[in-house]
């Protein structure tokens, strides 16, 4: 944990994770992915920035409509890790289920 800290510290700035640019959510996303995936269990982030990080991942899945764009295949990735470590369960036990809710609207949308 103390050789992944400052990458940890890194990603959060607010400058980042209240970007404007999809493609910087996209990587963003990915960066937050990745360090959940080395660090599990344990959640490297308080509650209340895990809460925002679930809204940036989820955020990232409407592009999944697009197969033709050049991030299609790191937001599948995103899915992938979201599906693999249960981030599902997660988001339930901090009452996301705003986000659960979106999430799953937002895969029948793209489905239909």
Not at 13 to 29: G, N, S, T, Y
Request: glycine share 2%.
């Amino acid at each position: 944990m103390e050789a992944i800290q400052p990458c940890l510290t890194a990603v959060v700035r607010k400058e980042l994770v209240k970007h404007q640019d999809q493609d910087v959510k996209v990587l963003l996303a990915t960066c937050f992915c990745e360090m959940t995936r080395i660090t599990a269990p344990e959640a490297p982030y308080s509650d209340d920035l895990l809460r925002t990080i679930f809204r940036l991942i989820v955020g990232t899945f409407g592009g999944l409509a697009d197969v033709n764009s050049h991030y299609f295949s790191r937001r599948v990735a995103i899915l992938e890790i979201v599906a693999r470590y249960w981030a599902c369960v997660v988001m339930l036990d901090l009452e996301c289920n705003d986000l659960i809710t979106d999430m799953f609207r937002t895969f029948l949308e793209i489905v239909r």
